[in-house]
């Protein structure tokens, strides 16, 4: 289904496409991919919506938050905002000092995304797709993406992504929901649990940029091999959770990297991926102007996310993995959230 939810600046129509399965609900904007709900069961079978949105296209559209969106063609900061590739080196769009955030402003999550509704193993789903031209932003190569959403019946939200390019470009893409399992936007996720297959941390100076160095989790408050609130020792880290954490048995294949959840609601979500690591960030920046979808104003800490992808500043540091895309690769990823009580 699908129904008109606004409009962009070029006045073309902008889309939220719903699919359900069983007791689950997925919205989804054609601007930037971007869920916009999303509604699973908790224990006492209520249902609750466990996403931070928007209700108007123009904030998404103004949005530093990047609620739900698709973001690419390389998520997070590049440094300087410039890379070298193939000897070339590139310019991109500085728009955090001089660093690049999320791509700067034609990041494939301010666009108008192309949308097919499909059923997949008898599953509803959502498929999006949206090309970028050689040069666009900076980056090379002319280049289609497809970022693809099935909702399965046991409550797995299941996010395919593949890219090409006819040129070697760079690409990191993920989605950037922001989690709160309560389903009561007034409080914060602080006292949500989290665990993490994760052994490394990825050091950061204070503009957020990597030093180069990827340093043990052991003793600190990126240790969450165990359970840990998110509150618990958050004051230990300057700004909250804003953090690149590696997981320790990465093999490139999908597999389980943890488990999200909220005793209040009982709701569980298991995060999978096929991607090194994740962006731990605990919605430090969240202010009051954020309104949330139900008309309350957004709080500091009142969504968290799992941004999985490779690590920031890839490009610029030879000690990480790289996230060139060679004009005869394919790019492909999946990253699943899974749904359940307790
Ligand atoms: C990413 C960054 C954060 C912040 C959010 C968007 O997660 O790491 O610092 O910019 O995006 O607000």
């Given amino acids: 289904m699908k129904e008109l939810f606004g409009k962009m600046k070029n006045g073309d129509d902008i889309y939220k496409y719903s699919i359900e399965n069983g007791e689950y609900s997925l919205n989804v904007l054609t601007l930037g991919a971007t869920i916009q709900s999303l509604k699973v069961p908790n224990s006492k079978g209520e249902i609750v919506d466990v996403v931070l949105g928007y209700k108007t296209a123009e904030e998404y559209l103004n949005c530093s938050t990047y609620y739900g969106m698709c973001v690419g063609r390389v998520a997070n900061r590049i440094k300087g905002a410039k890379f070298t590739l193939n000897n070339v ?8 000092g ?5 791509s700067g402003y034609s990041s494939f999550c301010f666009k108008n995304w192309k949308s097919q509704e499909l059923l997949i193993n008898d599953n509803p789903a959502l498929k999006f797709s949206v090309k970028s031209y050689d040069g666009e932003g900076g980056f090379p190569g002319n280049v289609e993406v497809t970022c693809t959403y099935i909702l399965t019946k046991d409550g797995q939200v299941v996010i395919n992504y593949e890219g090409i390019t006819d040129k070697d470009t760079i690409m990191n893409l993920t989605n ?8 009561d936007y007034q409080k914060t996720i602080l006292d949500h649990k989290l665990q993490l297959d994760s052994d490394k941390y990825v050091e950061v100076d204070e503009t957020a940029i990597p030093t180069g160095n990827i340093l043990s989790t052991k003793k600190t408050a990126f240790d969450f091999n165990v359970f840990h609130t998110l509150g618990e020792r958050i004051n230990q880290i300057p700004g909250g959770y804003d953090h690149t954490v590696c997981f320790s048995r990465y093999t490139g294949q999908l597999s389980k990297v943890g488990d999200f959840r909220c005793d209040r609601s009982k709701i569980n979500m298991e ?8 962006q731990l960030y605990s919605g430090n920046f969240i202010s009051q102007n ?7 104003k957004g709080i500091k800490n009142g969504g968290v996310c799992f941004e999985t992808q490779f690590l920031p500043d890839s490009p610029n540091h030879d000690n990480f993995q790289s996230i060139e895309l060679k004009s005869d690769e394919k790019y492909q990823h999946t990253t699943i959230y899974k749904f359940s009580t307790y």
């Fill in 89 to 96: 080196e590139y310019k991109i769009e500085n728009n955090e």
């Fill in 271 to 278: 995060i999978l991926t096929t991607m090194p690591s994740l």
């Fill in 98 to 102: 001089e660093n690049s955030l999320h």
């Fill in 176 to 183: 950037h929901s922001y989690f709160n399992l309560g389903g």
């Fill in 290 to 296: 954020d309104i949330n979808k139900d008309g309350s």
